[in-house]
Every structure is written in structure tokens, then in C-alpha cells.
């Protein structure tokens, strides 16, 4: 097995096919579309891709209720053209992770469609069927994220049947051995295509408590689900019972040794949980389990430099051995730009974020548009797509306007059709990549200018974090961290979220280094750092 280990510190692009790039003019993204922008991918000085999904589904929640996991499904093109995809960016130095959802899928999965023909069929135990109480209501009262009930009554059975998301998304039965060996052969024909990473939905979510009990009410914040809107009747029960199970280490386990049987494999999985960094520990430590993980803390609302320090130091003191992955945007949530950089100056702000994103210890992933300072676009009810977004507007919107096609060109770019699946933002044309090639000063180009300059310094991608700074750790408006390793240059990286510029005293000498495209002064100790602004301070070795 080889040692290199490229996801550590590495950079990934994330790729949402239907909004990245439409060849064929039917208003979708396509995997067509994805090679021909290889080039621009590969030329911001990113590690990996990852795509969401592009499998065979009928798409009511768009590719994540998967109905064949082997495939690809027709509006993204053909199994070859994911080869072609997968040759290519390996061509470009380009590692290629792919979503995998294996806690549900598909009411259309032939797996499903079997199950629920009876009671004593192959597949019966397939999914999480329950009989109901006395009175013909559900068995318990767990919610489903995405409004009501997460029990679906089934008439051919007469029995309940989980489903966590839409009721058109079934829940796998992950105590039955048989699933488990299903999934696992699943994992196993996408590494043998020749994959480099499996991106894993929800992946505390494969068990569930075979007892079926209630969850109770939340009591304290320590047991609210981070990432549900207040307004979700989700966000009341403490899911004890209905996710982050005690089973779900052992079959991680076995995921891992069937990673292991790979060189440069990697797993990132997702975790959507009370407690979630505790959760990220656990299920990357002892380096038998995940790879990497992420959780929700820095996909929400809170943005103050006390709760952003506090949120890595806990995921410091609990990870151990184990190895995190941060994100600031992804499919599911708000921009960041619109979250935390309202307003504050669009381009400043989305210059220091991604400053932040990449600097801290853990893999970092961009997700697209980022990389352009894109905003949440707006989207009308009459063009929502979301199934997420319809159940609770307008207090909830929903997850369409982070996915709204990427522009290329000031025209759009995208594609062809008349009309793009949805509605290209008119705001996000003047963030065109065309336009922004052209200017020194814009996001992308920044983006280009970080990623490359970051590799030159090791601690900035592998290097231990700490706060041990005295005063400047508790600074209420600029974050400050070193980074350090053995036989390197520690380096500390100082950000100003604020919209006003600040001035430091260093407690630690150190040379200014060229700020990557930032602007600051560094005079006998002194550090005079402009509003939404950063700085890396080479220290001298003591």
C-alpha cells in the first residue's frame, strides 16, 4: 500500500452535475459537460472533484433516491462518458470522488419494488418495515427531515415502511447482513472502475433502533439536530433512536477494509447529528473507519469569530488521530457570501473565506461557484424545484438557490435550452468566469493565486493548528492560529471578519509573507490588517 495520502490537506472541487455545464441543450448538466470544463477544474489548483449524484433515479430529490446504483442515468449522459470523465481528470492530476447514498434510496430500486411485493419475498427484510399500533397510526413517532411522518403506510403489505427523507425514499434495513454485503459490492464496482473516493450521504443514518422507540423531545442544545430550520418540526426531537446508532461503527469498519484493499482510496462521509463533532471523532479515529468527515457546525447561521474558534477547537480536542474536512457551501445550504457575508462587501468577504477554508487543518471543500463569490440567487415559488423547499415556503425556501446553474459567460453559458431546469441567476452574470479571467482582482483568480501559493508551504496543508497565541486567541473580530511541522516554518494565518480594519500586537516575531493577494503591514511587531482581510506571518524559529 502506498503512504501517500493526497486527501490530507487536500482541496476538492464539488460538482453538482444538473447546474454545472449542459452540452446537449435540454437544460441539464451533463457528464459531457463536466469533461469539457476539466481544464478550468484543474486550472484553480484543486485536488479532487467530487460529484454528486448522476445515477439512474427518477429524481423527485434529484439523484439522491437512487434506483440502479450501478449506473448512469440518461440525462447525464452514458457509463462511458463517466469513463471518459474518470480518464481524463486523472489525466489532470485530478483524484475523482462520487456520491454514494446508501442509507435509502429509490421506491423505483428493483430492490424496493421486490420487498414490498409480501411479506416472505428474498427482499422482505431488505427495508424497515413495522407493523402498525392498535389504532392503525405508525409505529413510533419519528419525523422524516422533509415534513411529517417518517412512516409510509403500504397497502400490499399492510405494514409501515421508514423513510427518513421523501416517502418516495425508503430507508435500507442495515441490520440484515444481506444489505450490508449489497452495499459494500456497490462500493466495490466503483473502485474497480477506478474511483479515488466515495463521498458518503448521511452516513450516520444506516441504522436505525430495532426497537422502534420514540425519540423524546430535545431538552438541551447539546441534542438539537444541527441543520434543520427552526421551523421544521424535525428540529424538536432529540433523534436518539433514529439515527447515529452503535451499529454503524462496526459496518464502517468493514468499509474501511474493503478501502484498504485499494491504494489512495478515501471516504468522506457526511454527519447530520446532535453532538456532530463528537460523532466526526469517533467515526474517523483509529484509522479503521472514515477517512475524513464533516459535520453541519460551519453550514449554519452563527459566524462570530468566537463561535468559528470555538467550533475548531473542539473538533482539535476530540479528533485525535482522526482527520477533518470542512466546507462552507455545499448543495444543501446557504451561500456563504449571503449566510455569513451579509452585507459586507461580496468580493472581500469571499476572498477571506475561502482564506479561512483552506488554511485550516482538514481537507477543504469548494463547492462551485464559490470559487466566483457567487450569492444564493433567488429563486420564485412558481420555479422552485425542491421537494424540500414547496413543503415549507416561505419560511423555509429551500436548496434551489445554491444550485442554480453556473454562468460561464455573460449570456449564461450554461447551455443552449431556452430554459435551464433552473433559472439561471441574474446576479450571477456579472460573476461570469469569462468576466472575472479577465480581472486580476476578481474571486477566481485569487482562488488560482491561493491554491498555488499554499503549496508551497507544507504546515498550510498537513501541519498541526493551535491557539496557544495569549491574547490574540481571544480576540473578538480576527481569528488567529499557527500552523506548524516538524522541520518547517510555522506560519500564523490572521483573518479580519470584521468590516473594520485592525490593528495587532504579535507576541511571536515573525516575516510577513506576500498575503496571497491580500493587503497588510507588518512594522516592529505590529500587524495593521484592512477590513475582510488576511495574513500569513512566516515565524522565526525559536
Known sequence: MSTFEWWRGGVIYQIYPRSFKDSDGDGIGDLTGIIEKLPYISSLGVDAIWLSPFFTSPMK???YDVANYRNVDPIFGTMEDFKTMLARAHEMELKVIIDQI???CSDQHAWFKESRRSRDNPKADWFVWADPKADGTPPNNWLSIFGGSAWQWDSRRRQYYLHNFLSSQPDLNFHNPEVQEAVLETARFWLDLGVDGLRLDVVNMYFHDKELRDNPAVSNPEEQFVGAPE??????QYHCHQLTQPENLPFLKRLRTLMDQYEDRFTLGEIGAPRGLKVMAEYTSGGDKLHSSYTFELLGEQNSVPFIRQTIQTVEAHLNDGWPCFALSNHDVVRSVSRWGKGLDRVAYAKLSLAFLV???????????EELGFEEAEVAFEDLQDPYGIEFWPEYKGRDGCRTPLVWDELGGFGSADKAWLPISAKHRAYAVSTQEQDENSVLNFVRQLLR???????LIAGSLDFDLGKLAEHEQVLVFRRSMEGQSSILVVLNFSDRAQQLELVLPGTLLDCFGFSANLEAGTLKLPALAAAFIQLQDT
Not at 501559493?453 to 504546515?459: L, N, T
Request: charge should be positive; include cysteine.
Open 61 to 63: 430529490d434529484f439523484g
Open 102 to 104: 446508501y442509507s435509502h
Open 231 to 236: 421551523d421544521n418540526p424535525w428540529s424538536y
Open 359 to 369: 488554511n485550516l487543518r482538514g481537507s477543504a471543500c469548494i463547492y462551485q461557484g
Open 453 to 459: 501559493r499554499r503549496k508551497q508551504y507544507p504546515a
